[in-house]
């Protein structure tokens, strides 16, 4: 049978009956770990990204469509930009990887693959070749 709720002990009452009473040598690390987290965060706020997006009230760059690449007939799942940034490589659903040239909006080569399930797709630091890969084992 369960004691009545008055007669149960409180969280903090555990946690103050099993930690012992903290001594000088304690005090003076847990100062020290947090003037040492402080100096980190300090640290890390020099390096971090700017995230802002320009002054109070202003509204970010307009984006535009520069060139739009018209070729798969299904959903894209990936794309990979080359090394010298001028060609892509997009995979899709429609079982195709197509190489573009960007600055033309030409196609370069469609690859045709055995299995609809392109998931991604990535051109070789070099350049030269292309791979990817899919849910079909």
């Given at each position: 049978?369960?004691?009545?709720?008055?007669?149960?002990?409180?969280?903090?009452?555990?946690?103050?009956?099993?930690?012992?009473?903290?001594?000088?040598?304690t005090a003076n690390l847990r100062e020290e770990l947090g003037k040492l987290a402080e100096t980190l965060r300090a640290k890390q706020e020099a390096v971090r990204d700017d995230t802002s997006l320009g002054a109070p009230g202003s509204k970010p760059g307009k984006t535009t469509t520069k060139k739009m690449l018209k070729g798969h007939i299904n959903k894209v799942t990936c794309c990979h930009f080359s090394g010298d940034s001028r060609h892509l490589v997009t995979g899709s659903l429609d079982g195709k990887l197509i190489v573009w040239d960007c600055w033309t909006g030409n196609k370069i080569q469609v690859i045709p693959l055995r299995s609809a399930w392109v998931m991604t797709a990535v051109f070789s630091p070099s350049g030269s070749f292309v791979a990817c890969g899919g849910m079909d084992n």
């Amino acid at each position: 049978e369960r004691p009545p709720a008055a007669t149960l002990p409180t969280p903090q009452d555990c946690v103050d009956s099993r930690m012992p009473p903290i001594d000088e040598e304690t005090a003076n690390l847990r100062e020290e770990l947090g003037k040492l987290a402080e100096t980190l965060r300090a640290k890390q706020e020099a390096v971090r990204d700017d995230t802002s997006l320009g002054a109070p009230g202003s509204k970010p760059g307009k984006t535009t469509t520069k060139k739009m690449l018209k070729g798969h007939i299904n959903k894209v799942t990936c794309c990979h930009f080359s090394g010298d940034s001028r060609h892509l490589v997009t995979g899709s659903l429609d079982g195709k990887l197509i190489v573009w040239d960007c600055w033309t909006g030409n196609k370069i080569q469609v690859i045709p693959l055995r299995s609809a399930w392109v998931m991604t797709a990535v051109f070789s630091p070099s350049g030269s070749f292309v791979a990817c890969g899919g849910m079909d084992n």
